[in-house]
């Protein structure tokens, strides 16, 4: 027998590390997996991915273990298992779709925007309890609330069914009494479906399964009895270990390994737990951990763009885009056309930069295509979903602060340099060949046109952006002759959309000033 943990918050990592795992279970040779849940829930496309990855398992016992809880999509991965068994102590249940916004925490979803997200769960639910044998309306109320229900036992204690208040009425003759809430009151004794009857027709009609549900007749009403409410219409059903035993959800109460292994006969049991590099990409593709990312990378590459040549802020860019990339890599989540544009991205700059300075297209695609490849990463849910529409919100949100706050400390820095380094030539100017600001200089100091056939000396090495001395005064220039180390003697050779064209001297030459190496 194998156990796979499910003990973290329900996620896409989750969905691929499972995956892996039942993978190793079934070439072992293990005829039952136990999924070991203890969870809060979490993403609904991970889940429902899940579901149906467990739903596949055809030629193996598969069992949900409430080992304390399993909430919202953990209670979903349970009915979706063969069979449910609940630790002493445990709960599950509470599973209605909900909406996390930046820095609102938890939202009430709009009544059309709640039903049409509760659409995928409700069909996903009704599929689990045709195949395994669960009251249809006892779990659709683990996930929308309208769904009042009634539990009535045979009187002999052998039969036990859920009902919602007109189908109480039909069989009794009377409205339910209401213990729990407002209940539900009944419009007639055909109607009042907890949902629309279109939406019930189309989550019917999804399905493989016919239903096999059946409920007492009214000549039939003496031989049953009301155990009671089970839920209103205003909350969502939660059962512990007790309930879902009684209910007919899960089969055994399961206090340790040891008697799982007793109960299904097993001889030997594996736990599969995840890799060190699920919980590194875990971590690294939680949302804290991204938005982290990107607002520090976006900040270090306009810092490193007005002040070139340093390449401190470069690399804390490139770090940080390598850890966007590389944590889906990890389990290989990552897909190959956002890579693509990413890199896409990354070329264009660089040709921007290196091969066609102050001209700017190439600068404005290289931006486009590198922030939509990082969208495109980052995201996780369906942009047209309420999950994806709020990853979406988030992310927007971040890179426009940290856009504001790139410029800032780039801003702060042209007025203490007097430019904006590569900044300046990622904007078009109003005139070819012409800058919109002068050549940087000292503070000051007289910034007078510098002369071709100056000499200076690099203050910083030049990539080929960055700083040189020219009598007493800090330029930014560039170098025609690729990199340069700080320390060395150039020329002026030109002058570029404001910016020096310089290239080092490679021989002595008589007509260096003495005074050229001053630092």
Not at 57 to 76: F, K, M, P
Not at 233 to 257: K, Y
Not at 348 to 369: D, H, I, K, N, W
Not at 418 to 433: P, S
Request: net charge negative.
């Amino acid at each position: 027998m194998a156990v796979i943990d499910i003990r973290t918050p329900i996620d896409s990592v989750t969905a691929v590390s499972l995956t892996r795992r039942l993978e190793e279970a079934a070439k072992s040779g293990s005829d039952a997996v136990v999924f070991d849940l203890d969870t809060p829930g979490g993403e609904v496309d991970a889940m429902l991915e899940i579901c149906h990855l467990i739903k596949q398992q055809e030629d193996i016992l598969t069992v949900g273990w409430v080992n304390h809880q399993a909430y919202s999509a953990g209670a979903l991965i349970a009915l979706a298992a063969d069979e449910i068994v609940v630790a002493p102590g445990s709960r599950m249940g509470d599973a209605a779709p909900i909406a996390a916004m930046p820095a609102m925490g938890l939202v009430e979803l709009p009544v059309a925007e709640r039903a049409k997200m509760e659409a995928p769960l409700l069909t996903e639910v009704v599929d689990s309890a045709r195949r395994n044998g669960y009251d249809e309306k006892l779990v659709q109320s683990f996930v929308g609330v309208r769904f009042a229900l009634w539990e009535i036992e045979s009187t002999d204690g052998k039969q036990r069914r859920f009902v919602d208040a007109n189908e109480y009425l039909e069989i009794f003759g009377s409205k339910p009494p209401v213990e729990r809430l407002r209940g539900s009151e009944p419009k007639s004794a055909q109607t009042a479906l907890p949902v629309d009857e279109e939406t019930m027709r189309e989550i019917d009609g999804l399905q493989d399964l016919e239903s096999t549900r059946d409920l007492p007749a009214p000549s039939q009403a003496a031989d049953w009895k009301l155990v009671g409410q089970v839920v209103g219409d205003e909350e969502l059903l939660i059962v512990d270990d007790s309930a879902a035993l009684t209910s007919g959800l899960a089969t055994q109460r399961i206090a340790d390994e040891s008697e799982l292994a007793a109960y299904f006969g097993a001889t030997t049991i594996t736990r599969y737990r995840e890799h060190w590099s699920e919980l590194l990409a875990r971590f690294l593709m939680s949302w804290p951990v991204r938005i982290i990312l990107v607002v520090v990378m976006i900040i270090a590459f306009l810092i490193e763009a007005a002040i070139p040549g340093t390449a401190v802020f470069g690399g804390i860019a490139l770090i940080c885009l390598g850890l966007l990339i590389g944590a889906p890599m990890l389990v290989g989540m990552a897909e190959w056309w956002t890579v693509a544009l990413i890199l896409a991205g990354l070329a264009l700059l660089a040709a921007e930069l290196f091969l066609t300075p102050g001209v700017g297209v190439l600068g404005l695609a290289g931006v486009a295509s590198l922030l939509s490849g990082v969208v495109a990463l980052v995201l996780t849910a369906d942009p047209g979903s309420q999950e994806g529409s709020t990853q979406l919100t988030t992310l927007m949100i971040a890179t426009t602060a940290a856009v504001i706050a790139g410029l800032s400390i780039a801003w702060w820095i042209s007025k203490r340099t007097g430019r904006l380094g590569v900044l300046d030539q990622l904007v078009l100017n109003a005139e070819t060949g012409t800058s919109s600001k002068p050549p940087a200089t000292t503070p000051g100091h007289d910034p007078s046109p510098i002369e071709k056939g100056s000499w200076g000396t690099t203050v910083t090495d030049l990539r080929p952006g960055g700083r040189v001395r020219i009598e007493g005064m800090i330029h930014s220039a560039r170098s025609t002759r690729g990199w340069v180390k700080a320390g060395t003697d150039v020329l002026v050779t030109g002058c570029f959309a404001g910016e020096l064209e310089v290239e080092p001297r490679s021989e002595p030459d008589e007509g260096a000033p003495a005074e050229s190496s001053q630092r």
